[in-house]
């Protein structure tokens, strides 16, 4: 049985980081789906927000509801096929910040391991090294909470899998603090998922000039 859940989005409006004839860039609060869901209490979601005021705002790729930070939105079909291509191709580069549970050893590595989505726990993704799309993760430490016993880490994601990060970091013994649908610990803490997506870098479609957007990590 899919695992279900009460959504109350957040009030806060979407900040807009970049905006142009082609593209919206902008900081997606935590708790507010990218896109609608089903039923008529999940219609409340960032690109009906941005629709409010820019109609033309297309969604070209997707943060889950628990995540905040960077999202791309197109203005035209033209630039959508673009940007999807981008994505597909792996040229836009994204860095995340995240706090994981326990001491992170090692000050650098990467996680590759093979995700596919767990069905009957579904939205739940899992590692299946026989049926699993290759997906792979590099991490940096930034720092420390001996006190905690937590680390903060960068993250880059060399591709795009749901529930990459989330996956990749619980596999590896240290959960996201605050995900609360992979960890029941966490979910009795009742605190926000400490995932945020903090840097993109992409060639624009029309000028072809490198934009490099940065949203300051609200943890």
Known sequence: MPIACTYTPPSDKPEILHIDDDLIIVNKPAGLLSVPGRGKDK???????VHAEYPDALIVHRLDMPTSGILILARNPATHRQLSQKFQERT????????????????????NL??????????????DHQNGKPSLTRYEVIS???????????????????????????SLGHVIVGDALYSK???????????HANKIIFSHPTS??????????PF
């Open 43 to 49: 219609q409340d979601c960032l690109i009906s927000r």
């Open 92 to 111: 836009i580069k994204k860095e995340y910040i995240a706090i994981v549970r326990g001491i992170v050893t090692e000050s650098t590595g990467e996680i």
């Open 114 to 127: 093979p995700l596919i989505t767990d069905w009957p726990n579904r939205p739940k993704q899992k590692v």
């Open 144 to 170: 420390v909470n001996e006190k905690q016993q937590t680390t903060r880490l960068k993250l880059t994601p060399e591709t795009g899998r749901s529930h990459q990060l989330r996956v990749h970091l619980l």
């Open 185 to 195: 610990n966490e979910a009795q803490k009742k605190t926000r998922l400490h995932l």
């Open 208 to 217: 072809k000039k490198t934009l490099r957007i940065e949203c300051n990590c």
